[in-house]
């Protein structure tokens, strides 16, 4: 994979086909999400990785914009330590996501991050102790429309470089 177009190429895939992934996939992206690297290696996350429709469906119904949890053929829960105690919690959770989905991407497969603010119901739908987390779940699965995974960039889509960096100062 070359890096530089996998940022430039990868795009957010919601609608994806009716189609599993296969498990050697899921693991190279559970695995991506583990090497990622963290805050004094602490590598403080879990992920539970969800196949099931009826689980998909709710976690789906955890946040106002991750409906297409619902739709997919793995949703990947990121758990975390209590992220409002230390700041650097959900950058390494970010970090993990961005891995798995770079992974994904390089693997044909399309994903999607979804922000869940239901947090007890959340727990109630996948178990999880009391000392974990959920702020971020991945959806995965092979894009409805096998274009949409690497669309060129949009014109106009993203802030020009000029426009987003400060050099030195602001």
């Known amino acids: 994979m070359n890096v530089v177009d996998a940022i430039r ?24 999400g583990r090497r990622s690297q963290s805050s004094k290696n602490t590598q403080a996350w879990r992920f539970i990785a969800v196949r099931d429709k009826k689980i998909l469906k709710a976690l789906s119904q955890c946040g ?16 975390t330590p209590e992220p409002a105690e230390k700041f650097q919690t959900m950058f390494d959770a970010g970090q993990a996501a961005a891995f798995m989905q770079l992974a994904a991407w390089e693997l044909g ?5 979804a922000s ?15 000392e974990w987390h959920l702020r971020i779940a991945l959806s995965f699965g092979y894009a409805l429309d096998e274009e949409k995974i690497s669309a060129p960039p949009k014109k106009g889509g993203r802030m020009e470089l000029n426009e987003v960096i400060h050099f030195d100062k602001w």
Not at 109 to 113: D, L, M, T, Y
């Open 109 to 113: 497969v399309g994903s999607c991050p």
């Open 9 to 32: 190429l990868k795009r957010a895939v919601r609608k994806f086909q009716d189609k599993s992934l296969p498990d050697d996939v899921v693991h190279a992206i559970l695995n991506a």
């Open 64 to 79: 106002e914009w991750a409906g297409h949890i619902a739709g997919a053929a793995l949703c990947v829960a990121i758990l």
């Open 116 to 130: 869940l603010y239901e947090f007890d119901k959340a727990r109630e739908i996948l178990g999880f102790p009391a």
